[in-house]
C-alpha cells in the first residue's frame, strides 16, 4: 500500500507542507499522470481537502482530465453515483490493496 501527499503550488515558497503520515512523497503536485498511473495499478482512495474520501476502484470508473476526476463511485445507500473531484482539491491518495466492504 501505498499514500501520497500533495501540496499546491510544488516549489513555491509559501505552499503548505503535506501532512507527515509514513510512506508518503511530499512536496509533490497532485496532476493528472499521477493520478492515472496510481489507478492503473488498482483501487485508490481519494481524500479531498474538506475532508471527503472516495475509493475509486480501477482506471474504468474514472475519467482524468487536466483539472478535475470525473469519478463514478457507490454511495452509502448502495446506488452508484458520479462527482467531479478537483485535482486541486485532492489532499492525498491512497493505494489500497481490495475494495472495501
Given at each position: 500500500m501505498s499514500i501520497?501527499?500533495?501540496t499546491r503550488g510544488s516549489g513555491a515558497a509559501n505552499a503548505a507542507p503535506a501532512p507527515a503520515v509514513p510512506?508518503?512523497?511530499?512536496?509533490?503536485?497532485?496532476?493528472r499522470t499521477t493520478l492515472l498511473e496510481a489507478l492503473k495499478r488498482g483501487p485508490v482512495k481519494v481524500y479531498m481537502n474538506d475532508g471527503s474520501a472516495?475509493?475509486?476502484p480501477s482506471l474504468e470508473f474514472a475519467v482524468v482530465?487536466?483539472?478535475a476526476a470525473h469519478v463514478?463511485?457507490?454511495?452509502?445507500d448502495g446506488k452508484f453515483r458520479t462527482h467531479i473531484l478537483g485535482l486541486?482539491?485532492?489532499g492525498r491518495i491512497e493505494e489500497l490493496e481490495?475494495?472495501?466492504g
Open positions: 501520497y501527499a500533495y510512506g508518503c512523497s511530499e512536496g509533490l503536485e497532485m496532476d472516495f475509493v475509486i482530465s487536466d483539472i463514478l463511485f457507490r454511495d452509502i486541486v482539491c485532492m481490495s475494495i472495501p
